[in-house]
């Protein structure tokens, strides 16, 4: 995201995270952040963010365990995070690197289709 309040909100939605903070807390917090997006018009983080939300108030956890269809020439070089949900808010923080994008596309694809 290229907005520093953005980056800084999601960097303690990440600590708020492994803090083990209330859901509830947590989405109003992404919420925040999404109108933020929403004035810089990235649909890709918009969406993201939005379907992230959706989740966690779905599963009632912040236990963010999800499944991703890594791509065959990308699977050598990924390693798996120990929580998906922190390691998805750092790549949006950074969301404008390329390779982070392309990640965060592996996020909403997986998380669509669980939740939908």
Do not use: C
């Not at 993201?48 to 966690?56: A, F, G, N, P, Q």
């Not at 690197?97 to 939908?116: F, G, H, V």
Request: proline residues 3%; glycine residues 0%.
């Amino acid at each position: 995201m290229n907005s520093p309040k953005a980056k800084e909100l999601l960097k303690k939605v990440v600590v708020d995270v492994e803090a083990n903070v209330s859901i509830e807390s947590i989405g109003e917090q992404l919420s925040e952040i999404r109108k933020i997006a929403l004035q810089l018009d990235d649909p890709l983080v918009v969406k993201t963010l939005r379907i992230t939300k959706e989740k966690i108030e779905e599963d009632e956890s912040l236990d963010f365990d999800i499944e991703l269809e890594i791509p065959e020439e990308d699977l050598e070089e990924y390693e798996e995070p120990n929580n998906h949900l922190s390691y998805l808010l750092n790549l949006l923080v950074d969301s404008e690197n390329k390779y982070n994008r392309e990640e965060i596309k592996w996020y909403r694809a997986a998380i669509w289709e669980e939740i939908y």
